[in-house]
């Protein structure tokens, strides 16, 4: 895709809301407005997902229909609303969130991993080591070492994250001396998983279906989003959050997920608003062209991965931005492309002051 002429059709703003007496009394709790529409999140998500597993747990006890019917049911209403909800959290743990009742900011957090099976150390993980570290040699969840074209090197992958990061990320926090840290991501981990295995003695369908496969799913999804966002490494530059990662702009995803897919934009300042994120993409195309930023149009992270795994190197090169203008070839593209999925055995890293 040309990049000539880049039209953006990402939320430039949240959305407004009638000034009702409802609306009032939500903003009194923020920080800031522009935060409402998480805060109505938030509270939506609690009373749809309440009700959603009473009702699992009565009809399932109740025996009056097939047990995979209303566990699929289930499921199928998790998976559409979940992203949304990781993102939102992702988001409020980059700035400042509930302002009144401030006991309500964590517990926003623990109540949302318990009916979506977010890790309970997302905090600890995503602020406390992954963007101290910037997808380097000491982040654990760095792409660095892998081929990221293969999906047996994401296996790979994700079974270190998996099985060893309720162990791995405590010690890394501990070594770095965030005590805090380390101490809640390790008892988080150890409270989650025994939630999850006294739901599945309460009722093994209801807690595989309402725990266990969402704590699988969710850590799944989470690390293919994560492949995707650092799957292209220019080691011809020195790592300074553009070389690092990618965006994908113009995309649903997007639209329903907090503009997740300005990547780049959000390791080069951390704490900026969601909603800005796209007019910062503009204000620095050029430099994201001069330093061979990769931008896609059209599709997100997941897609990425997918493509990815599957080989589809055309369809990569069909949606690739070619920010400059420049008319370049699919073939060279692709070419391009191919070169920065490979294993980095050695890298420059800029000074980590460049990542507010």
Not at 60 to 73: D, F, G, Q
Not at 145 to 159: C, G, M, P, V
Not at 206 to 232: D, I, K, T
Request: aromatic share 14%; proline share 4%.
């Amino acid at each position: 895709m040309t990049g000539a002429s880049i039209e953006i059709t990402d939320p430039q703003a949240p959305p407004e809301y009638a000034p009702t007496a409802y609306s009032r009394f939500l903003r009194r709790f923020l920080y800031e407005e522009r935060d409402e529409v998480m805060l109505r999140l938030t509270l939506r998500m609690i009373v749809v997902m309440s009700t959603a597993m009473v009702t699992l747990a009565l009809v399932l006890r109740a025996e009056v229909v097939p047990a995979w019917i209303p566990m699929l049911a289930y499921f199928a209403l998790w998976g559409w609303l979940t992203p949304p909800v990781i993102l939102m959290l992702h988001n409020t743990m980059h700035r400042r969130f509930i302002r009144t009742a401030r006991i309500f900011d964590p517990l926003h957090a623990y109540l949302m991993s318990f009916f979506f099976g977010i890790p309970s150390g997302y905090r600890e993980h995503h602020v406390g080591m992954h963007h101290a570290e910037d997808n380097m040699w000491e982040d654990l969840s760095s792409t660095l070492r892998y081929r990221r074209d293969s999906f047996l090197n994401f296996l790979a992958y994700f079974s270190r994250f998996f099985f060893f990061v309720a162990l791995e990320l405590p010690l890394y926090l501990s070594r770095k001396k965030r005590h805090a840290m380390a101490r809640r991501a390790f008892i988080g981990e150890v409270v989650h998983l025994s939630i999850v295995a006294g739901m599945m003695m309460f009722d093994w369908r209801f807690g595989l279906v309402a725990f266990l496969a969402p704590l699988v799913s969710c850590r799944f999804m989470m690390m293919a989003g994560n492949w995707g966002q650092h799957a292209f490494i220019n080691v011809d530059h020195v790592n300074n959050g553009i070389a690092n990662a990618i965006t994908c702009i113009n995309s649903g995803y997007n639209r329903r997920c907090f503009n997740d897919g300005y990547h780049i934009g959000h390791h080069l300042k951390a704490n900026r608003h969601w909603s800005e994120l796209p007019g910062d993409f503009i204000a620095n195309r050029e430099r994201y062209a001069k330093e061979g930023a990769i931008v896609f149009e059209g599709i997100d992270f997941f897609f990425v991965s997918l493509l990815l795994w599957l080989g589809r190197w055309d369809m990569l090169a069909r949606r690739y931005v070619r920010l400059d203008g420049q008319e370049r070839s699919d073939a060279e593209v692709i070419a391009m492309l191919k070169a920065r999925v490979q294993p980095v055995r050695a890298w420059e890293q800029a000074p980590l002051a460049t990542a507010e």
